[in-house]
């Protein structure tokens, strides 16, 4: 007679909260023939860092060489007093501090850009921005940098992603945005073109949305608890899952069948 497993002693309320608790499956992998999707799938995106440029390199250079200088001149001025060098501490202090300035003026690491299901995240000195798709308005190319112009509860505002740093995830940004919101797309086919490959990046685990201070986009009603929510898995726009409508009213994919 076989012995039961572990698994087969729980009951099928507890088996459901184990599987609540830990999602295993990634979203695009889930909603691939499904229009709506709950929110306790495992998000994930593909983080794109920034490629070397030759400011980058010279920031780092100077940084470098004024982290010497300013060495340099505690050292002397600490250590050697009453010795010939003593009498340039000074100077080197003086350079330390001036191409520490300049280096930091110049930028540092540069930000990280986040492309996947739930949208763009841009991360820049440990702050980040996240717009889902649907928040999109409008994308197009301007002065060298990919404009995302944003539209969030009657507030206009935009990010950017600089094609010098950036081209990767700016082909993979207009590359997503052309399957899930064609229609906001400023770029003509000859523009997307030259923005080549989308990038490699690294596939790295987000947070889902937060259901709490949301509003159903049919109904225009409060959000309140997160399993009564379905998510359109082109735009990413929340719905109760009362009130979701034949058709997304953001993108118009089609989320219920006749």
Partial sequence: MPTPNADSKKTPKKRAADSRRAPTQEMDDAVRGKPLVRLDYEFFETAHEPSATGRAYLGAVLMSLGAVGLGAGAFALLILEGRPVYVYAPYFLVAGIVLVGIASLLGGAGSTVGVGGLGVSVTDGGRTSRAAWYELSR??????????????????????VSLREHRGAAAHIVREALKRVPKRVALSDDEVRELGERGKGKRVSVEPPLATGATCRASKKALTIEKDVRMCARCGVLYHRANVPSGCLECDAQLRTA
């Fill in 139 to 160: 994308i197009a190319s301007v002065g060298g940098e990919l404009s995302l112009e944003l539209s969030i509860e009657r507030a206009k505002s935009a990010m950017v």
